[in-house]
């Protein structure tokens, strides 16, 4: 029912507004007046009772949202009604409604008078309103606008364009431009080469040219053969069916021996056999068909082949060499090779393998015959010059030069011979008469090639013709800038190679062009001390130091040479020179003290070190003279020294490490702790600070505080390796291997390429594991000599020997200065080397004086161990290690 009165309501209002009667009216009552209203008596507002807009909502503005009731849309409406369209569906388009469209769209003016600027051929789809003032201007702004930013693109814009036309004329360059310089090069063509161009003709070939031409198709061998079987002696081809419906030659164009006399037929008996005549003299003249066929054969049917093959081929050098390797009696190979040379006498092989079988009388007799032969092959002449005396060597030499004037081997042998002979002054001489005859002849002088033959004379020890040749060619080809840098190459590329004279000759020449390169004289030096004789690297520091007075480290270098050799005296007297060059040097003061330490002179040691307290006072002085008094036991001078020195260098850490640990060995833990805690405070970016730390507390069985420090210092220290390392070793040395374990992958992952953490990876797997672990560590550290040693240990666990030696001795080539490995390496050798092998372990340990490694730093800077040399280091270290990785 309230749904019948709603839809009842519209009627009702509109029969109230058009003036009809109601219920009253209708049964003839008065009409019903309407009730008085407060704005009768005022003026209407102009905007009252106009119609809406098309597509107003009441509301909103303020946020509401129009909606449609079956109120507003019931039978109410009249049909006369103005239809509303706001809220109608879409209709359905007909096809004739999209014809009319289309043909409207067809139908639009395109004329020249319909177009407009802004508006375009049909208006504007903004052309509901008028194009007012405002609308040009701001479109005069857009258009300034868009003016502006064209320009500033415009430069980038072109020079983008023109790159890319570039470009593309680059790689797709028109024929003009692809021709253009052989259009130039038709300047300098003359007259006669113009007239001597051929005519354009027919390039096609004779078959394309003349379609008639037939084609040829040669007889097969089946068909010769079927009528070979049947007897007959000769046939006739059809020239125009041939065989198989193709043509074939005409019988006229076919060799005339081969056709049958009077009846112009072939005859193909005579073909057969002029086919096997042509292929045998094919055969008979290929050295590997006969060479084939008598490896092919036994003993002497080999031989009876291979001379037959000398008769078809009398100048073949590989038949008859063959002919004489068949031959098992020398006499019978002597005769073989002499046969040879009398067919074939320019053959260099022929003669060098004859003059090989010979006794060194004949073959001198023999050379100076094939010299005459081969007067251009130097492998002769030099043979000859051997195996003559002094003089006739000389002579046979300067023949050769006239013969060859451009081999430079026949040059450098006349330089051995003089040497050899004794006459040296005539060596150098030699050599720059070659390098000057070269190049009159117009041979290259190819820097690398004469090194080459100094490094063959080197070996055959003559000395004075390899370093000529070295001073001649050293410089050439070099520029003046590149010099030092080449020439240092060069002798490391002659060491490398053995040829330790070249690098003697190279080293000598650059201290000659530079003799005030501190660097130069620092290899030269080394290179004696490793390859030469304390003699000659004494002799090579002493003129080191008079060119570069200041360079301590030649003073040095030549006091410890002294020094080693057990000359204390002479020692002493360089030092004196060298505080004379350099007074007040930390070096040289240090190493005279040193010197006094090491023989026993306390006394003068304390006196040195005081006055270079006063004089050249350093953190490192103090530092020395602090372990002096502490070496020899004099605990309270040495922790006197070590406040004075704190009052001067307080932010030097190893002041405060020294004096931590003399607390420690007093067993004074609290006061122990107390320095390292205030180093920390003034260093706390020591690492070896914080592992003492760490240290002391877990010594007095203090694990959680020994981890908090640990703690603490990585993140002071964030991403070093040496205190993750030591936590993981703190935990599990504490039994707690999962949490080992757990800070290995945290440690690795904020340190994936240190090779310490890596090697420690490897071993805390599981045996079955290590193998995989140790493969991971070699690709993030290849060249890690920790990790290189790690794996070295896991082959040496797994009783691998050959490749556990190999690994130890890669380790130590990489990294000669950790001793840990050299300590490893010979703890292996004690268990599985020889005495040799041990020996040399020892004695290349010696020389490379390690001075890094966990286990090796332990001993070699205890208190009790100062005056212990290298090898008593090494062996000591090696004690310690027990094999339970």
């Given at each position: 029912?309230?749904?019948?009165g709603a839809?009842q309501?519209?009627k ?6 058009a ?33 809406a ?13 129009g ?5 507003d849309i ?42 407009d ?7 504007s789809l ?14 005069a702004?857009?258009?300034a ?5 064209d ?5 980038r ?15 797709r ?6 021709f253009?310089?052989?259009?130039r ?5 003359s007259e ?9 003709g027919?390039?096609r ?8 031409y037939?084609k ?7 068909f010769?053969?079927?009528h070979?079987?049947s007897?007959e002696?000769?046939?006739s081809?059809?020239?125009l ?11 006229g ?5 081969l ?9 193909m008996?005579k ?17 590997d ?10 003993g ?9 093959a ?16 068949l031959?098992?009696?020398v006499?019978?190979?002597k005769?073989?090779?002499?046969k040879?040379l ?17 006794e ?9 015959r094939?010299?005459?032969?081969c007067?251009?092959?130097?492998e002769?002449?030099?043979a000859?010059?051997r195996?003559?005396?002094?003089e ?27 040497e ?10 030699i050599?720059?008469?070659?390098i000057t ?6 041979v290259e ?6 090194i ?8 055959a020890?003559?000395?004075?013709t390899c370093?000529?040749v ?9 520029e003046?800038e590149?010099r ?6 060069d ?21 000659q ?14 290179f ?11 002799a090579l ?12 480290v030649?003073w ?7 020094w080693?050799?057990?000359?204390v005296?002479?020692?002493r ?9 350099n ?29 270079a ?11 020395k003279?602090?372990k ?9 001078a ?5 406040t004075?020195?704190?009052k001067?260098y307080?932010?030097f850490p190893?002041?405060w ?7 420690e ?16 405070k003034?260093?706390?970016?020591s690492?070896?600070l914080?592992?003492l730390?760490s240290?002391l507390e877990?010594?007095?069985g ?5 981890r ?6 990585r993140l ?13 070793r703190?935990?599990y040395?504490?039994?707690?291997k ?13 340190c994936?390429?240190?090779?310490n953490?890596w ?9 079955p594991q290590?193998?995989?672990?140790s493969?991971?560590a070699?690709?993030?550290c290849?060249h890690?000599?920790?990790?290189l040693?790690?794996?070295a240990?896991?082959?040496w666990s ?5 490749k556990?030696r190999?690994?130890?001795l890669?380790?130590v080539k ?29 004695k290349?340990?010696?020389n490379?004086?390690?001075r890094?490694?966990e286990l090796?730093c ?12 290298t090898g ?10 027990k094999n339970?990785?």
């Open positions: 029912m309230a749904s019948t839809k309501a519209p009702i209002v509109s029969k109230i507004s003036g009809g009667t109601g219920a009253a009216g209708a049964s003839g009552g008065p009409p019903i007046m309407p009730l008085a209203s407060p704005l009768m008596g005022k003026k209407k507002k102009p905007f009252l009772g106009m119609p807009p098309l597509g107003y909502v009441p509301g909103l503005g303020r946020g509401a949202t909606f449609t009731t079956r109120s019931g039978p109410a409406r009249d049909a006369n009604d103005p239809v509303d369209d706001r809220h109608a569906p879409p209709g359905k388009r007909t096809v004739g409604d999209q014809m009319k469209k289309n043909q409207d769209d067809d139908d639009e003016d395109l004329n020249d008078t319909n177009y600027e802004f508006n375009g051929y049909a208006g903004f052309s509901s309103g008028p194009y007012e003032k405002d609308d040009e201007e701001a479109d702004i857009y258009a606008l868009d003016k502006r930013m320009e500033r693109r415009k430069e814009r072109e020079l983008r364009e023109k790159e890319e036309i570039e470009k593309y004329r680059m790689e360059p028109k024929i003009q431009q692809q253009s310089d052989l259009k090069k038709l300047a300098e063509v006669e080469e113009w007239l001597s161009i051929p005519e354009v027919d390039a070939n004779k078959r394309q040219r003349n379609p008639r037939e040829l198709t040669p007889v097969p061998d089946s010769f053969s079927k070979l079987q007897g002696n000769h046939t081809v059809d020239p069916q041939g065989l198989g419906g193709l043509n074939t030659p005409y019988p164009s076919m060799t005339p021996g056709m049958t006399p009077g009846t112009g037929e072939l005859d008996r073909i057969g056999q002029a086919r096997n005549t042509l292929m045998d003299m094919r055969l008979s003249q290929s050295e068909v006969w060479l084939e066929a008598a490896r092919l054969q036994p002497d049917t080999a031989k009876a082949v291979v001379a037959q000398v008769r078809h081929l009398p100048q073949s050098v590989r038949i008859y060499i063959r002919a004489a390797e031959e098992t009696d006499r019978a190979k005769r073989v090779l002499r040879a009398e067919n074939v006498s320019k053959s260099v092989r022929l003669w060098k393998t004859a003059v090989e079988l010979e060194p009388e004949d073959a001198r007799i023999m050379l100076s094939a010299v005459e032969c007067p251009t092959s130097v002769l002449w030099l000859l010059a195996l003559e005396t002094y006739n060597a000389r002579r046979v030499l300067n023949k050769a030069r006239e013969n060859i004037p451009t081999d430079r081997h026949i040059w450098i042998t006349a330089a051995k011979l003089e050899a002979n004794g006459n040296t002054q005539m060596v150098e001489k050599i720059d008469r070659a005859s070269l190049r009159a002849n117009g002088i190819n820097r690398e090639q004469w080459q033959d100094a490094e063959e004379c080197d070996k020890s003559s000395v004075a370093q000529a070295i001073r001649a060619v050293i410089g050439i080809g070099i003046e590149d030092k840098h080449t020439w240092m190459e002798a490391e590329s002659c060491v490398a190679h053995g040829a330790l004279e070249c690098a003697r000759a190279i080293y000598a020449h650059a201290l062009v530079f003799p005030s390169k501190k660097s130069v004289w620092l290899r030269a030096a080394y004696e001390k490793n390859h030469g004789t304390r003699e000659s690297l004494e520091l002493q003129r080191a130091v008079a060119h570069c007075p200041k360079a301590e030649l040095l270098m030549g006091a410890k040479s002294k080693l050799a057990e000359d005296p002479a020692a007297s360089i030092l004196a020179l060298a505080f004379q060059a007074p007040n040097s930390e070096e040289i003061w240090l190493a005279a003290v040193k010197l006094e330490s090491e023989n026993n002179e306390y006394e003068r040691a304390r006196r040195l070190l005081a006055k307290r006063s004089s050249a006072p350093t953190a490192r002085v103090f530092m003279s602090v002096l008094e502490w070496v020899l036991g004099n605990i309270e040495a922790q006197e020294l070590c004075e020195a704190l001067h307080e932010d190893k002041l490490m020294m004096r931590g640990q003399i607390e060995q007093c067993e004074n833990m609290d006061k122990a702790r107390e320095a390292y805690n205030q180093g920390l003034k260093c706390p970016h690492v070896p914080w592992l730390l240290h877990e010594r007095v203090q694990l959680t505080r020994a908090a420090i640990l703690e603490k210092a002071k220290n964030p991403q070093t390796a040496e205190l993750w390392l030591e936590s993981v703190l935990e040395r504490a039994g707690l999962n949490i080992a374990n757990t800070l290995m992958a945290k440690a690795l992952q904020e994936p390429n240190s090779g953490l090697a420690e990876a490897v071993f805390l797997e599981a045996r290590r193998k995989t672990k493969v991971d070699l690709k993030k290849e890690d000599p920790h990790v040693l790690a794996v240990k896991l082959f797994e009783r691998k020997i050959t556990s190999e690994w130890f890669r380790t990489i990294e000669p200065d950790l001793g840990d490995a050299w300590a490893f390496f010979y703890k292996f050798e004690l268990q599985h080397g020889t005495e040799e092998q041990q020996e040399e372990v020892r290349r340990c010696e490379a004086e390690p890094h490694g090796w332990a001993e070699s800077k205890h208190v009790l161990n100062w005056q212990k040399k008593e280091i090494l062996a000591q270290v090696a004690s310690k290690i339970t990785f």
